[in-house]
C-alpha cells in the first residue's frame, strides 16, 4: 500500500480505497478473430493481379506463425504476396505457379522493392539496443549474425498490481526526492503562511502570492514530476512486458533489397484424361467422330516446335549471330527430326534438328547419339532444341566433326495454343557455357574467376570466349549437390556503370566498398567443396541463362 501511494496509483472513490490503472500502463490488446485492418489495407494496395491478397492478412499470419529465419513455402504464388512479406520480414521462401505471367510478376515485384533493415538481437547495434530498451548493461556474448535469433522488438510495459508491490526501487526513488521535495515544501508553506501537506499543494500558484513563492512553488512541482517520472520509469522497468512482434526497430540509414534467389524450373508432368469410366483417355487415339462433327487432329508437339522454329530461327550469344533457316523439312531419323537450310559466310548448311521432349530434360547421352545420327546423315551441324538440359550436357559441345548447339527453348512455347506465331522474341537462344579460372588460396580454401563465356562458332569451328562484359550477373553454388543449385555467392558485372543505376533505382546511397564486393568478376574465398563439385550460372543482359559444373 505504501508503494501505491508513493507511486500515485492511490484512488479514494467514495467510502473506498482503489488503485489507479492508467491507460499507458498496458495500452495495448491482444488480437481478436476480427481484422479490421486488413479491410482497409486491401484497399490502400495496389493491384497488380487478379487474385492478389493483402499484404497485411498475409503478414499477420506469417508473424503468429513463424520467427525470422524460418521457411515458408506458398504453393499458389499468383502475384508472390506470400514471397514478399515473407522477405520483408526475414524469412525464407519458396513459391511456386503454374503460370509464367504469375512468376514475372512476382520477380519484378520483389526484386523492385525496397525493404527495411530490422535490427539482428545477434549483433552489436541489436545488443546496445535491447540494453536501451531495457535499462540494462550491454551483453558481452559474441555475435554472429545469425537471423535466427531474431530481432530486437519494441515492446510495452504491461503493469500489474503486483509488479508495483514488488518493485523495491520505488522506495529508494522516494528517499531520494523526498531529500529535495521536503525543503521546498516547508519553505513554501512558512512563506505563504499556511500548513499545506504534499497532496494540498495546489497545481497553479495563486496569484496574490508573492514571488518568492511562486519560485518555490515551481521548483517543487518540477521535482515532483521528475520523481514521478522516475519512479514509473522503474515501474515499466521491472514490470512484465509484451513483444510487439510486427514492430521491430529498424536501421533508418540501411535500405535493404531482396536476397539473391533464382527461379527454378521443374519438368510438369503430362495430366492424364479419364472418361466417364474412369478408363485413361489414350493421347494418340485419332477421333472417330463423323467427317464436318468439327473435331481437327491436334497438332503435335515437335510439329508445333518446328514451325515456330522455322519463324523465329536461333539466336547466339551476340543479335548478329542468328541462324535464320531459309528451309526445315521433316526428317525420318531415330532421334533427328528435321533437315534445315540455312546460308553462312555465303555458303548453305545443313542443321539435324532434335527435339527434346515436351516434359523432360535432355541427357548428354540424347545429344552423343543424336550427333551420330547427324554425322551419318552427313549434317554440318546438329542443334538440339530443349527445355531444360542436365548439368553434364552442358560439357558437351562437338562429336568429330559435328558441332552441337544447345538451344535453350522459352517456357513460352509450353502455352503455344495461345502463343501468336510473330516469329518475334527470342524463342530459341544458343547460349555459350562459362569459362572460368579457379584460384587457389594459402589456406586451402579457392576462388573463382569468370573469364567470359565460351561461344561456338559454327563457321570456324572454334570456341572463343568473350569477356566478361557481355554477363549481367552470375551466381556459384560453392557446394553443389547435383540436385538443386543455391546461390551462395552472387555477383553483377554489367556494362553502362551499373553503380549509378543501383543508386538511381534505389534512390539511396551506396556503400562503394561493399559493392565492389559485389561487382566483381572474381569471387571471395570460400572452402573446398565436401561433394568436390561447384555450379557456376551464368545470366547475360537478354536475361537467359546456363549453368555449368566444374570439379574442385
Known amino acids: 500500500m505504501e508503494r501505491l501511494k508513493k507511486g500515485g496509483y492511490l484512488h479514494i472513490q467514495g467510502n473506498g480505497l482503489w488503485w489507479k490503472s492508467y491507460r499507458d500502463l498496458f495500452p495495448f490488446k491482444r488480437r481478436s478473430n476480427y481484422w479490421s485492418d486488413t479491410r ?20 499477420s499470419c506469417m508473424i ?16 508472390g504476396t506470400t514471397a514478399y512479406v515473407a ?7 519458396i513459391t511456386i505457379d503454374t503460370s509464367r505471367v504469375a512468376l514475372a510478376l512476382a520477380r519484378a515485384r520483389i526484386m523492385g522493392a525496397r525493404y527495411p533493415f530490422y535490427l539482428l538481437a545477434d549483433s552489436r547495434e541489436g545488443q546496445l ?5 531495457t535499462h540494462t548493461a550491454p551483453s558481452s556474448q559474441p555475435v554472429h549474425g545469425n537471423i535466427r535469433h531474431g530481432f530486437v522488438y519494441e515492446r510495452v510495459p504491461h503493469v500489474t498490481l503486483k509488479s508495483i508491490a514488488n518493485d523495491a526501487e520505488i522506495d529508494v526513488i522516494w528517499e531520494k526526492w523526498q531529500a529535495k521535495l521536503e525543503p521546498l515544501r516547508e519553505s513554501l508553506n512558512k512563506t505563504i503562511k499556511k500548513t499545506c501537506a504534499e497532496w494540498e499543494i495546489p497545481r497553479d500558484p495563486d496569484s496574490k502570492w508573492p514571488d518568492a513563492a511562486k519560485k518555490l512553488h515551481a521548483d517543487w512541482w518540477q521535482a515532483r514530476v521528475s520523481r514521478q517520472k522516475e519512479i514509473d520509469a522503474s515501474i515499466a522497468a521491472k514490470a512484465d512486458f509484451e513483444y510487439l512482434y510486427d514492430k521491430p526497430y529498424d536501421d533508418k540509414k540501411i535500405v535493404r533489397v531482396a536476397g539473391p534467389f533464382t527461379v527454378e524450373s521443374l519438368s510438369p508432368h503430362r495430366v492424364l484424361g479419364v472418361d466417364e469410366n474412369d478408363e485413361l483417355i489414350d493421347p494418340n487415339a485419332r477421333h472417330t467422330a463423323e467427317p464436318g462433327a468439327g473435331y481437327e487432329e491436334k497438332q503435335t508437339f515437335p510439329q508445333m516446335i518446328l514451325e515456330n522454329l522455322k519463324s523465329a530461327g ?5 543479335k548478329e549471330d542468328k541462324i535464320t533457316f531459309a528451309a526445315l523439312t521433316p526428317w525420318p531419323g531415330d532421334l533427328v527430326c528435321a533437315d534445315g537450310r540455312y546460308t553462312e559466310s555465303g555458303k548453305e548448311k545443313r542443321a539435324a534438328i532434335f527435339i527434346g521432349p515436351e516434359f523432360g530434360t535432355v541427357q548428354r547421352a540424347d545429344l552423343v547419339a543424336a550427333a551420330k545420327e547427324a554425322g551419318d546423315a552427313e549434317f554440318d551441324v546438329l542443334i538440339a532444341c530443349a527445355f531444360n538440359y542436365e548439368a553434364h550436357a552442358t560439357e558437351f559441345n562437338k562429336l568429330g566433326r559435328i558441332p552441337v548447339l544447345k538451344a535453350r527453348m522459352n517456357a513460352d512455347l509450353h502455352m503455344a495454343g495461345d502463343l501468336k506465331n510473330t516469329g518475334k522474341g527470342n524463342l530459341f537462344v544458343i547460349f555459350g557455357e562459362p569459362d572460368i579460372t579457379l584460384l587457389s588460396e594459402k589456406d586451402g580454401k579457392v576462388r573463382v574467376r569468370v573469364n567470359g563465356v565460351d561461344v561456338f562458332h559454327p563457321q570456324t569451328g572454334e570456341v572463343r570466349s568473350d569477356n566478361a562484359e557481355g554477363i549481367a550477373c552470375w551466381f556459384i553454388d560453392t557446394d553443389y549437390n547435383e540436385e538443386s543449385f543455391f546461390v551462395r555467392h552472387a555477383y553483377f558485372l554489367g556494362a553502362n556503370d551499373p553503380y549509378s543505376a543501383l543508386k538511381t533505382t534505389l534512390k539511396a546511397e551506396i556503400n562503394e566498398e561493399a559493392w565492389a564486393t559485389l561487382n566483381s568478376d572474381t569471387s571471395r574465398a570460400f572452402p573446398k567443396p565436401k561433394s568436390g563439385r561447384i555450379a557456376v550460372k551464368v545470366i547475360n543482359h537478354l536475361g537467359d541463362e546456363v549453368m555449368k559444373v566444374f570439379k574442385v
Not at 503468429?64 to 502475384?79: E, I, N
Not at 522477405?87 to 521462401?93: A, L, S, T
Not at 539496443?129 to 530498451?133: I, R, S
Request: contains cysteine.
Open 40 to 59: 482497409i489495407q486491401a484497399f490502400l494496395e495496389e493491384r497488380v493481379y487478379i487474385v492478389q491478397t493483402s499484404t497485411s492478412a498475409v503478414k
Open 64 to 79: 503468429m506463425t513463424t520467427d525470422p529465419g524460418d521457411l515458408v513455402l506458398d504453393p499458389t504464388c499468383g502475384s
Open 87 to 93: 522477405e520483408q520480414w526475414g524469412r525464407r521462401w
Open 129 to 133: 539496443k535491447e540494453a536501451e530498451v
Open 314 to 318: 536461333v539466336q547466339q550469344a551476340h
